[in-house]
T-cell receptor
């Protein structure tokens, strides 16, 4: 089945530095990738939608200059947290839709990245 | 917030028992999906039910959908310790294209031996 590989799984960085999270679709082409943020024991909140070859669409309240999204190829989407602060510490997850014949077959998620900013 | 609600928030049962989780949502949908999330991991797609379907089965999973009440339920029969996880419903409003899912608040299931 479809697999999305997300790296790194865990990262600790110092305040003020930037962190890049990668999501690769291994056996399919992901023209769209969704990026979520999840706080402990809470649900997923959509941050942005990346589309291959075009600018990402950000949800209301998400700072596009802070959370840079790049979707340069059909198999790679990246999220860069710039000038990270402790409040950016969270679990970040990417997801790509599974579509066949125009019908939705559920979404494939990466394994998540636990970001801790110290 | 357009987020769906799930209940219960937490459920603790013994192995072999059935677990039922409920999901309510607010907007019209094309389909509703259920996902499982083990602690500190990504989500795994369990089952998708379309708006014109009322019930669907997959192994030990049974999902119902009542679009008139904007609600769905997930039943896990003969639960196992390995079923311990958080379960989320997610609604998909569009037809065929890559659309934004709206996730419910989740149910944390604990299955004890």
């Amino acid at each position: 089945g479809a697999v999305v590989s997300q790296h790194p799984s865990r990262v600790i960085c110092k305040s003020g530095t930037s962190v890049k999270i990668e999501c690769r679709s291994l056996d399919f082409q992901a023209t769209t990738m969704f990026w979520y943020r999840q706080f402990p024991k809470q649900s997923l909140m959509l941050m942005a939608t990346s589309n291959e070859g075009s600018k990402a669409t950000y949800e209301q309240g998400v700072e596009k200059d802070k959370f840079l999204i790049n979707h340069a190829s059909l198999t790679l989407s990246t999220l860069t947290v710039t000038s990270a602060h402790p409040e950016d510490s969270s679990f970040y997850i990417c997801s790509a839709p599974g579509i066949s014949g125009g019908l939705s077959y559920g979404y494939t998620f990466g394994s998540g990245t636990r970001l801790t900013v110290v | 917030s357009q987020q769906g609600e799930e209940d219960p928030q937490a459920l603790s049962i013994q192995e072999g028992e059935n677990a039922t989780m409920n999901c309510s949502y607010k907007t019209s949908i094309n389909n509703l999906q259920w996902y499982r999330q083990n602690s500190g991991r990504g989500l795994v797609h369990l089952i998708l039910i379309r708006s014109n379907e009322r019930e669907k089965h997959s192994g030990r999973l049974r999902v119902t959908l009542d679009t008139s009440k904007k609600s769905s339920s997930l039943l896990i029969t003969a639960s196992r310790a390995a079923d311990t996880a958080s379960y989320f419903c997610a609604t998909d409003p569009n037809t065929g294209t890559a659309s934004k899912l709206t996730f419910g608040t989740g149910t944390r299931l604990q299955v004890t031996l």
